[in-house]
């Protein structure tokens, strides 16, 4: 009986979510190039990221396509996959639209940071809302390591919000070199699953849906990559795993199991911060921090690999807090 629903509620979802991301991906390349669909590059950006300038993007539109296709299926029996939905479709949109603009303006600039915050508040706003009105979820919380849960009051919405924000920014700046994003994500995604199964949340199929969708996107995405996934791409990834973790009741969890987003988000913070308060001195030589390992010579399948195999561990501590 515990294999039949194994297979139903995450085997069977994470295959044919593959299979789908798989074909849109390999059609999508094409059909990209075709339309001149191409990254752009800055002239500040690290020299070697120059000659992958014209690489096909967007291809988040692949694995994206994929989970919703797939996971809409399963609201009838799994309503709690719904605000999962929600921010995999609403980040993707301010993704596509971010990505629309640099493709239209021909450069790597796309929506103004206060027309992309504006965007997400209203889409955390929509996921939180949702979360209360329609599951009856308050301002209870599980922590990490500690048994019961743990009413936040006005706490909750504050923590949430920059938990929101912060993973979704932190995803799009993981985003950075062929695979890694996607390959730090499935790691996730994987985690989710287990742990979806662990407090019986529901949430498996769009979970593991996730987990296929970006791993046939890895088979076009993997050093050299033959696309990228784009802005509509990256913020979905960032928006997908804050808010399962509200649906655990794990906003906490993000900090282990996100580990490799964090590490980016602060080092930029810390750069931007000490470039401004020593007028124009550095800590690391280029941020994101996965840049800093690329300029000291590593590959970028093996920068793939560290920041893999740090969030493999950083979710094991995490099953154990569980």
């Avoid at 450069?107 to 949702?130: D, F, N, R």
């Avoid at 093996?302 to 740090?310: A, C, D």
Wanted: with cysteine; hydrophobic share 50%.
């Amino acid at each position: 009986m515990m294999t039949r629903y194994l297979f139903i509620e995450a085997l069977l979802p994470m295959l044919v979510a593959f299979v789908i991301s798989t074909v849109i991906t390999k059609k999508l390349i094409p059909f990209l190039i075709k339309k001149k669909i191409g990254q752009y590059e800055r002239e500040e950006e690290y020299e070697a990221h120059l000659k992958k300038a014209g690489t096909p993007t967007m291809g988040g539109v692949g694995f994206i396509s994929a989970v919703i296709l797939v996971s809409v299926f399963y609201i009838p029996k799994f309503p709690n996959i719904v605000p999962i939905l929600i921010a995999t479709a609403g980040f993707a949109i301010i993704g596509c639209i971010d990505d629309s603009k640099k493709l239209f303006k021909k450069q790597s600039e796309g929506m103004k940071p206060l027309e992309k915050t504006i965007g997400q508040i209203v889409i955390a706003v929509g996921v939180i809302a949702y979360l209360k009105l329609v599951m009856g979820y308050d301002t209870k919380i599980k922590v990490p390591f500690l048994d019961g849960e743990y009413k936040l009051g006005i706490f909750y919405y504050i923590l949430v919000f920059i938990m929101i924000l912060g993973t979704v920014n932190g995803s799009n700046l993981n985003d950075g070199i062929d695979g890694l994003a996607g390959s730090v994500t499935s790691v996730i995604a994987t985690f989710l699953t287990i742990a979806s199964f662990i407090y019986k949340a529901g949430i498996s199929p769009i979970t593991a849906a996730w987990l296929g969708g970006l791993l046939g996107f890895l088979l076009f995405n993997a050093h050299p990559a033959k696309i990228f996934m784009g802005d509509t791409g990256a913020l979905a990834l960032g928006g997908f795993v804050a808010s399962s973790a509200l649906v655990l009741k794990q906003p906490l969890i993000v900090i282990l199991i996100a580990f490799a987003y964090l590490v980016e988000t602060v080092s930029v913070m810390m750069q931007v911060t000490y470039f401004k308060l020593t007028h124009g001195k550095r800590i690391f030589k280029m941020t994101p921090i996965h840049l800093s390992f690329e300029i000291d010579g590593w590959s970028e399948t093996r920068i793939v690999m560290l920041f893999t195999v740090v969030t493999v561990i950083t979710c094991f501590i995490a099953l154990a807090a569980l």
